[in-house]
C-alpha cells in the first residue's frame, strides 16, 4: 500500500458517455420546479456592516444623486413621493429610498404555461435560468457566429429537456436574422411554444415590453395576468447612476401590468464604478432599490425582483474580467442587502471571459456560481450557456454547465442527519476492514445516493482512452446533438396558438424592418 | 443599449498570454507564506448537530472499535491508556479518544529551508501544498507516462516558482525509475535541494520515515528537529476503521521525532464507507481522532494535523467521482469538527476524475476548492495538479490550478470596509453616467485592485483569435517551458549538501533494489 489516495478502486466497468448522454436527454421530466435550499445564505458581514454598508447607499442617494433621464413621469412620481428633483437629478433623504420599496412582495410565483413548472422567487427558493444577451452563438462544429432564431429556439428546446433548469430564460441569444424591432415577438412565441417554463420578456422599448405582456394575455388571460406574475423583464441600470428612459420605460410597463421587473445595475468596477468592492456594493444596492422603487411607484405591491451584476477588470489590459474573486465577495454582501430590504435576489450564474469552453471557462463559471449559491440568490440568470463575457452563448458550453446547475440541487439540499444516515447497522454489519458495498445500508441507498453529473466522465484511464479520449466539450457537442434529435415539443390549445401568431403577424404588418 | 449586460467595454488592448507568463514565472518570490484568513469558515451544522456526531463517532469507537493490525506496540499503548483491547480491536468509552487527543497543539510552524517560507498551520492560517502520490504525470507534449525522477524534480520546481503555492508537498509524483526502497531519499533530497519551501517525507515503511527525519536533521540540525517541526508525514488510515502497521509505524516514526503526522482516513462512500455522508463524516472523525491519539500516545504535544479525505462514486458504474457536491458539503463538516476538537485541519484540493484538464477537470476542481477554502482547512494538499482521481498528476494541470491558488489568496482576504475603500470621493468626483477611470479614486487603487489570474484570457474574441486560439491548456504548456526554464536553483550550503548526498549514498549501498 504505497499511495492509497492515489489509488481509487473499481466496482466494475463504467458506461459510455453515450449512454449518459442519452439517459440525460431523457430526464427533462424529472427535475423539480426549483429549489428548495436546506442550507443557510453565507453571512460575510455582520450587522454591524451592512448598516455601514446601508448607510453609504444612502450617502451616495443623499449627496451624488440618480439621474433619470427623458422620463418626465419617472421624475414625477419621484418627486410626489418626497425625493429632490433638480432638473434629471434626484436625491433622497437617508432610508427614504427603501421605505418606497417596501411594498414590494418578498416572495411571489411566477406562473409557467406548464402550472407543474411555475417558480416560487424569493424565500427560500432558488430558480436557475440560462444565459441572457448574447450577440453570438458558438458551438464545436459550427465556431462562432451571430445568433440566429433558429439558436434561439434550440436554445429554448434545451432548457425545456433538462431537469437543472427551472426557468427558459429571455433573450437566449439575439436572433439577428430577424429584424430588431420584431424579434421580440419571435422570441417570446419560441419560450411559449417550444418550451413550457416561465420566461423573460423584451425590455428594449416599451412598446416591445408592452407586446410581450399581450402575448402573455393571450397565452395565460388577460385577467389571469393582471393579477399573477407570469412574465419578467430585466431592465439594465446605466450605471453609475443613471436610470435612462428605455430602461425606465420597460419598467414601468412591466410594472404597470403587475408583472415583475428585474432590476439590475451593471457595474464592472473601474469602468461603472468604483474598484473596491465596497464602493461598488453600496452604489450597486443605490442603484437598486431606486428602481424596485420606481416599480412601487407605479403599482404598489408589483413584484420585482433586486438584481445584481458585479465584474472585475484586469487593469494592465482593460479587459473586463469574470469568475474572480472580489464579485464573488461582493456578491456575499449583495445576498445580505437584498435579505434585509426584504427582496428576492436575481444574480449571476456561469461567468467567465473564456472564448471556448475549455478549463478556464469552468472554473471561473464555478467560482461565480458557487457566489450565487452561496449568496443566497432566488433567480440565477446566466446559469448556463455563458463564454467570452457574455458576448457569445455556447451550446457545449450551455451542457457542461448544467453538470453544474445539477450540483447546486445536491448541494443546496445540504446534509441530513436521520439516524439512518449514520449507518450505525451498516457499521456493526460490515466491521473493520471490511467494504461497504453489499451492505444493506448501501442497497437501502445505492439508487439515490450520489449526484452523479451526465458528462463528467469518471471512468477509467483505459476506458476513457478507449472510448476516444474525449474531453468534456467533445461529449457535450454529442449530447447538444442528442438533446436536440429527441426533443418532443410540448403541447399547447390550437386556437392559443392561432392567436399568438396572429397577434404577432399583426404586430409585423404594422411596423417596417429595423436592423439597428 | 439594446444588451448592456452582454457589452462590455474595453480600456485599451490587452497583453498576451505569453507576457503574463513571464510574468507569472518571475513572481515566485512575491507571494506572501501562507494566507491569513480574514472571513470566517462556512458553519453548516448548528452546534446541537455537531454534538450528535461526535456522539455518532463514539458510538462507532465503542460499538464496532478500531483495528491496529501487526502492531502490538501502539495496542499496548491505548491499553494502557484505557482503551478495550480485544486481539486487533480497539474500543473506547464516549469522549475517550478525544480526551487523548487533548495534548495536541492547535496550531503550530513547520519551519521552511529558507525561514521566510516556514509555515503556520492550524488557527485562521491557510497552506496550499501540491497534488501527492501520482504514479503517472501527463502534459501536453507527451501524454501521460508513469513519473520519473526528473518529474519529480520538476513539479519541486514549479512549486518553488509559483507564489501561490506555500509549500513543496511530498511525492509529488511518484519517481518509479528509482527503486521501491531508495525512491524516499531522492525524494527529500529534491525538496530541500530545489525548492526552500516545507515539505513532507516518507510513510512507506518506518525506516523510509526514519531516513526522511534524518535528512531533516542533516539540513536544519538535530537539536532544532527535536525541538521543532520541519517535516510532514501524511498517513492514510485503512478505512474502515483499520489501522495497519505501515501506517503506525510511519505515525509513531513522526510523532516521536516531534514532527507532524497528517492523519487522513481515505474513505471513498459507499466502498471504504456507507454512502450516505452523516455516516462517513462520523466514521472520518472516529478514525482520525485515534489516529491523532496514537501520535499523543508516543509524544504527548507532538504536532499533528486532522486529515481529510472524502469521495464518492458513480454508483452505476463503481467509479469513483471527485468534485461532487456530497463530499464538498461533507467538508464543511469536518471542519467544524476539527476546530471542535482544536487540532489544524488538512483537506484536499482540486479533486476530478477527469483524465485531462477540461472543463470537467476545472469545473470538479473548483467545487473541490471552495469547499477547502469554506471548510476552514488550514492545510489543503492536492491544491494543484491532480488528474484522474489522483493516478496522474498533470503540468498543465498544476499551472491552471495555480490560477485558482492565487484567487485564494484574495477571496479569505474578505472585503474591506475601511472609508476610503467606499470611494465616496470618486462618486463626488464623477457624478452621475461618467466613467471612473481616471477617477483619483481608482488611480489610487489601480495596481493592486483586482486579482488577474496569469493564465486566464480575457482579451477580446479578436484578440483572443489573432493570437491563435489558444485554450488554457496550451497557454499552461507554454507556461511550464517558461517557469522551467526560468527556474534558478536555491542556494545551499555546501557541506549540508555534500552531507545529504553522503547519507543518501550510504543508505543506498546498504541496501538492495526493490522494485515493487
Known amino acids: 500500500m504505497t499511495q492509497p489516495e492515489a489509488a481509487p478502486p473499481r466496482l466494475r466497468t463504467g458506461g459510455r458517455a453515450g449512454r449518459a448522454a442519452t439517459r440525460a436527454a431523457s430526464a427533462h421530466a424529472q427535475g423539480p420546479p426549483y429549489i428548495e435550499r436546506q442550507i443557510a445564505p453565507y453571512e460575510l458581514l455582520d450587522a454591524d456592516a451592512l448598516s455601514l454598508m446601508e448607510s453609504k447607499a444612502d450617502q451616495i442617494l443623499g449627496e451624488v444623486g440618480i439621474e433619470i433621464r427623458d422620463d ?28 418606497l420599496c417596501a411594498t ?63 426557468h427558459s430564460g429571455g433573450t ?28 423573460m420578456g423584451s425590455v428594449t422599448a416599451p412598446q416591445r415590453a408592452a407586446d410581450s405582456i399581450e402575448m402573455a394575455r393571450i397565452a395565460f388571460g388577460a385577467e389571469f395576468v393582471d393579477s399573477n406574475c407570469v412574465i419578467l423583464g430585466n431592465v439594465n441600470v446605466n450605471s453609475p447612476l443613471v436610470w435612462d428612459a428605455t430602461m425606465t420605460g420597460a419598467l414601468k410597463t412591466y410594472a404597470a401590468a403587475n408583472q415583475a421587473a428585474v432590476v439590475v445595475p451593471f457595474i464592472l468596477g473601474g469602468a461603472m464604478g468604483p474598484v473596491t468592492t465596497a464602493g461598488a456594493v453600496a452604489q450597486a ?6 428602481g424596485v422603487a420606481l416599480t412601487q411607484l407605479v403599482r404598489p405591491g408589483a413584484p420585482v425582483i433586486y438584481g445584481n451584476f458585479l465584474s ?45 469552453p475549455d478549463g478556464q471557462a469552468m472554473a471561473e463559471s464555478t467560482v461565480s456560481m458557487m457566489s450565487a449559491l452561496l449568496c443566497g440568490a432566488n433567480f440565477i440568470l446566466h446559469s448556463a450557456g455563458w463564454l467570452e463575457g457574455g ?98 415539443m410540448p403541447p399547447m390549445d390550437e386556437a392559443t396558438d392561432e392567436a399568438l401568431l396572429d397577434f404577432m403577424g399583426r404586430r409585423k404588418s404594422e411596423m417596417t424592418d429595423q436592423w439597428y
Open 172 to 199: 437566449v441569444c439575439e436572433p439577428t436574422d430577424v429584424a430588431v424591432n420584431k424579434r421580440h415577438l419571435d422570441m417570446v412565441y419560441a419560450h411559449l411554444r417550444y418550451g413550457d417554463k416561465g420566461f
Open 391 to 488: 458576448l457569445a452563448m455556447g451550446y457545449e458550453k450551455f451542457m457542461m454547465d448544467l453538470d453544474l446547475c445539477g450540483a447546486a440541487h445536491t448541494y443546496l439540499k445540504g446534509v441530513s442527519l436521520d439516524d439512518d444516515q449514520f449507518a450505525l447497522d451498516a457499521f456493526n454489519e460490515v466491521g473493520p476492514g471490511k467494504h461497504f458495498f453489499g451492505s444493506q445500508h448501501t442497497l437501502r441507498h445505492y439508487e439515490t445516493a450520489f449526484y452523479e453529473p451526465p458528462l463528467s466522465d469518471s471512468n477509467s484511464f483505459e476506458q476513457w482512452r478507449d472510448a476516444g479520449e474525449t474531453t468534456s466539450e467533445q461529449r457535450a457537442a454529442v449530447l447538444v446533438r442528442e438533446t436536440l434529435a429527441n426533443y418532443e
Open 72 to 99: 418626465a413621469e419617472a421624475l414625477q412620481l419621484f418627486r410626489a413621493a418626497g425625493a429632490v428633483v433638480d432638473g434629471l437629478n434626484v436625491r433622497f433623504q437617508p432610508g427614504q429610498v427603501r421605505e
Open 104 to 166: 414590494a412582495p418578498t416572495e411571489f410565483t411566477q406562473h409557467a404555461r406548464n402550472p407543474a413548472r411555475s417558480v416560487q422567487i424569493g424565500g427560500n427558493n432558488v430558480v436557475l435560468a440560462p444565459t441572457y444577451g448574447s450577440p453570438f452563438v458558438r458551438d464545436l462544429p459550427g465556431g462562432r457566429r451571430y445568433g440566429t432564431i433558429a439558436d434561439f429556439q434550440n436554445f429554448v428546446k434545451l432548457a425545456y429537456s433538462t431537469p437543472w433548469l427551472h
Open 312 to 356: 472585475s477588470m484586469a487593469l494592465r489590459s482593460g479587459s473586463p474580467t469574470f469568475g474572480m474573486p472580489e464579485p464573488a465577495l461582493g456578491s456575499l454582501i449583495v445576498g445580505q442587502l437584498a435579505r434585509r430590504v426584504g427582496l428576492p435576489l436575481r444574480c449571476s450564474g456561469a461567468f467567465t471571459s473564456s472564448k471556448v
Open 285 to 290: 444596492h443605490a442603484e437598486t432599490m431606486v
